[in-house]
DNA sequence: CCAGACGTTGTT
DNA sequence: GTCTGG
DNA sequence: CCAGACGTTGTT
DNA sequence: GTCTGG
């Protein structure tokens, strides 16, 4: 699975070099650098219309073009690759409206005795990457306002993720990302599998764990945390 | 036919 | 237990 | 993903 | 919107 994730680079222009995107409208030149993105948030989108690549932000939950409630947002987070022409939410999007979204670490959470502990992965040389993930858009139809949503993929873990858990987000590589936005399903199909690099992974603070909390002390050691934070210490 | 779902993960 | 909100 | 809330009434 | 279940 992958349930938060961070994008600490905050020049716009050069993830937008990066991934060869032209930024949309309302991107200022500096992002805040983001060490905790958390389901519901506003994230960055590279979609493409087949000749030009954009670079967008969408509220990271899909929210279906038929649905009639946005809540339906707050549980479609993470796809699962093996079955997006099954699912009713994604066969639509799956086919005609992939995308990427840009990112440096994703965290997954290892269980323990008791309580769980949060892990970063990145790559080997801290490079920017794309998650495959997939967007719809949807009107509300109380304010007629159109809400843009995403879903990220999920595969089965490569050798160093399967150390921690049974899930992983897909990770394209750079080579295949046009073809992911552009190809046929059947060729973006093939792309859906478990990272093949040279990956790192590393314990981070159960500060994490607070979706509100997002800061760069967020990837010290958990030896680092106040006993305040977290769930390992029973209560006396 | 209509009604109802539409999703993933880990489990105190 | 299950859902919503971040 | 985790944290935190967790209700009722009558209405189209 | 489109599929499954009754």
Not at 68 to 85: D, H, Q, S, V
């Amino acid at each position: 699975m992958c349930g938060r994730f961070s994008l600490k680079a905050s020049e716009v222009k050069k993830i937008a070099e990066r991934f060869a995107a032209k930024p949309g409208q309302g991107f200022s030149c500096e992002l805040k650098p983001r060490y905790n993105i958390a389901p519901s948030q506003q994230v960055l989108v590279v979609k493409s219309d087949g000749t030009n690549r954009e670079l967008v932000q969408m509220k990271w939950g899909l929210i279906p073009h038929w649905a009639k409630a946005p809540a339906i947002g707050n549980r479609l987070i993470n796809a699962r690759a093996e079955t997006l022409n099954d699912k009713p939410a994604y066969r639509d999007p799956f086919n005609l409206r992939r995308c990427l979204v840009p990112c440096d670490t994703f965290y997954e959470w290892k269980a323990l005795g008791s309580g769980r502990q949060p892990v970063a992965f990145s790559l080997a040389d801290d490079a920017l990457f794309a998650l495959a993930a997939l967007w719809d858009a949807w009107i509300n139809p109380e304010t007629r306002e159109r809400v843009e949503s995403v879903v990220l993929i999920t595969t089965a873990p490569n050798e160093l993720v399967s150390t921690v858990h049974n899930r992983m987000p897909v990770i394209l590589q750079p080579n295949d990302e046009e073809l992911w936005l552009t190809g046929a399903p059947s060729a973006a199909a093939n792309l859906l599998k478990p990272y093949p690099g040279e990956m790192k992974a590393k314990e981070v603070s159960q500060r994490l764990n607070s979706a509100a909390y997002d800061g760069p002390d967020l990837l010290l050691p958990p030896t680092s945390d106040l006993p305040l934070f977290g769930n390992t210490s029973p209560r006396p």
